[in-house]
């Protein structure tokens, strides 16, 4: 069996970050969410994995390179632009020959294991397994009616939702979707659905089987979706100290801090990760907070954040809280006057002010 994870999207809301980072290398507990679909398919046995590749190749290649650190071998498949997830599957029949193969999206990320659907799904060689999860906002994504049990449609973003079954980003295929994908015509979006995919395998009487998933399953592409992705994996990590702690600092809680970390004059309290050669002084890191490497937050309050390495904060007089910080930033008070805001922003950045 083989794998296929999908990471040519543009992360278009999650922009400024996207900008000039993949959607699917921005981290999530210090680590890219790409890294954790790796580490899924190969957890469940699969070491042939292709990644279909789009605008962010150069990037996504350098950061992944062969797959050998997990054991994998990574084959690259270049879409020239993002044309829907069956187009993703068309364009990589060459790769998957006559396997059946588990597809994930690159920026979804499940708090359980694949393994046992996908053997499950190597033993009974149904055309398709999809997982599902009930979700408060359908409309929003692929949704799922079932009847007894069975899939009997499947609609795309729907305005109406029929029932609240979304479809995760984790689907499990045979050959037979690659007949479907060629019969199915583009959306109204101009893009091959991989719903309509799916659909048509039913619509051919063709097995396609559902498993409702237990536990939380987040796509990340919003920001509020990846800090709360964030806060649930680090609920799960175990505390870890390899830098320095002074003596006038506290640490509580499960609290991770990477080598070469200097803690100084400050209260961290987890679930908290700090990664390598940061510098942390003065400050209060609250719970839920990823501090990437080589960052500084100095005389300044942060929590349910998301700090992206080399970012540097000082001196803020309020705390910072629910934001996403990208690389090399610098956040900073200037003591000048008259008081004044300066700001140099990107296209599509937000910046809350408290009054």
């Known amino acids: 069996m083989k794998g296929l994870i999908l990471s040519g999207g543009r992360g278009t809301r999650l922009r400024p970050i996207t900008y000039t980072r993949a959607k699917q290398l921005v981290p999530v507990a210090n680590k890219p969410v790409l890294f954790y679909g790796l580490e899924a398919l190969v957890a469940a046995g699969i070491r042939d994995i292709g990644i279909v590749v789009g605008d962010t190749q150069a990037e996504i290649r350098a950061a992944v390179e062969d797959g050998s650190r997990w054991g994998a071998r990574v084959t690259y498949i270049e879409q020239d632009a993002p044309r829907g997830l069956a187009h993703a599957v068309l364009i990589s029949q060459s790769f998957i020959q006559d396997d059946q193969f588990v597809m994930y999206l690159g920026d979804n990320l499940l708090n359980h294991s694949i393994a046992r659907f996908v053997q499950e799904f190597d033993r009974e060689k149904p055309a398709a397994q999809i997982l599902l999860a009930r979700v408060p906002d359908p409309q929003m994504f692929g949704v799922a009616e079932l009847n007894n049990g069975r899939v009997v449609r499947l609609v795309e973003k729907p305005k109406e939702p029929k029932s609240d079954l979304a479809l995760v980003g984790v689907y499990m295929f045979g050959r037979e979707v690659f007949e479907s994908v060629k019969r199915i015509r583009p959306s109204f979006r101009n893009e091959l659905e991989i719903t309509d995919a799916i659909q048509d395998l039913i619509d051919h009487g063709l097995d396609v089987r559902p498993h409702i998933v237990d536990g939380w399953w987040k796509d990340t592409g919003k920001l509020e979706d990846m800090l709360e992705a964030n806060r649930l994996i680090l609920d799960t990590l175990e505390g870890k100290i390899e830098g320095q702690v002074s003596n006038d600092s506290r640490v509580e809680g499960k609290v991770i801090i990477g080598p070469g970390t200097t803690i ?92």
């Open 264 to 355: 100084e004059r400050s209260v961290v309290r987890g679930p908290v990760i700090i990664g390598a050669g940061a510098r942390i002084s003065g400050a209060y890191i609250g719970p839920f907070t990823s501090i990437g490497d080589r960052a500084e937050v100095r005389e300044t309050e942060i929590e349910h954040s998301i700090v992206l390495e080399g970012a540097v904060i000082t001196d803020l007089a309020n705390r910072i809280e629910d934001s996403l910080i990208g690389r090399n930033v610098r956040i900073y008070r200037v003591p000048m006057r008259p008081s004044a805001y300066r700001f140099m922003l990107g296209d599509n950045s937000e910046v809350g002010i408290r009054w």
